[in-house]
């Protein structure tokens, strides 16, 4: 099966402008979650969706990230406007109904200058 | 609220040589996952192993194995005749049962492994 996919897959922007990044889940995980992973940090949860409902986005800085789920499958996370600390891998995961494991896509890198 | 503790930032080992790596954690859970995930520089999380709490039974995958102690609160992991391409980012991470709704992944801090030719 085709695994979790993202793009893209490197940005760099200035501070202040915008950057949105797309994730297509595992077909028919009903899960879908991002990441924040800064340099030699683990990765922490930014957002999680029950296909397209928030289940938990408590650690979201909301005042410039948001992201949406609208048909339940793919998701998009934006950053506007980006600060130098946003600088980091975004990952995107998925998890079906069945099986206990969430799987990762290769993450989008954003640099922010 | 779960923890995850990884100890050791930093290890380096020799090429065919065992090492391992320890990871803590702290939950109020009686059943729960617990996984080892690889993350080499290409920043991919990929899964190594995974051991449900209510199985008594050490997880194995080839030379991967982890020492799995629910009293304790441990889940370490044995890399047996360790090899180059084992070189990455190893982090421990927990989970809640799917039928939570809090089921998220929390990761540990990461311990950097270094296997020396």
């Known amino acids: 099966e085709a695994g979790v996919a993202q793009s893209p897959r490197y940005k760099i922007i200035e501070k202040r402008q915008s950057v949105a990044f797309w994730c297509n889940p595992i077909?028919?995980?009903?899960?879908l979650y991002w990441y924040q992973q800064i340099l030699g940090q683990g990765p922490k949860l930014l957002i999680q969706?029950?296909?397209?409902?928030?289940?938990?986005d408590s650690q979201l800085p909301k005042d410039r990230f948001s992201a949406e789920r609208l048909k339940g499958v793919d998701s998009t996370l934006k950053i506007q406007p980006a600060k130098l600390e946003d600088s980091a891998v975004y990952l995107c995961a998925s998890r079906g109904s069945v099986r206990n494991t969430i799987y990762f896509g290769e993450g989008s890198w954003l640099t922010v200058v | 609220a779960q923890t995850v503790t990884q100890s050791q930032p930093e290890m380096s080992v020799q090429e065919a040589e065992t090492v391992t790596l320890s990871c803590t954690y702290d939950?109020?859970?009686?059943?729960?996952?617990l996984f080892w995930y690889k993350q080499p520089p290409s920043r991919q999380m990929i899964l190594v192993i995974r051991q449900e709490a209510y199985k008594q039974q050490n997880a194995t995958e080839n030379r991967f194995s982890v020492n799995f102690q629910k009293a304790a609160k441990s889940f370490s992991l044995k890399i047996s005749d360790s090899q180059l391409g084992d070189t990455a980012m190893y982090f421990c991470?927990?989970?809640?049962?799917?039928?939570?709704?809090?089921?998220?992944?929390?990761f540990g801090k990461g311990t950097r492994l270094h296997i020396l030719p």
């Open positions: 969706f029950q296909n397209n409902g928030v289940v938990d």
């Open positions: 991470a927990f989970m809640k049962p799917v039928l939570t709704r809090d089921d998220k992944i929390i």
């Open positions: 077909s028919g995980h009903a899960t």
């Open positions: 939950t109020s859970e009686n059943n729960y996952y």
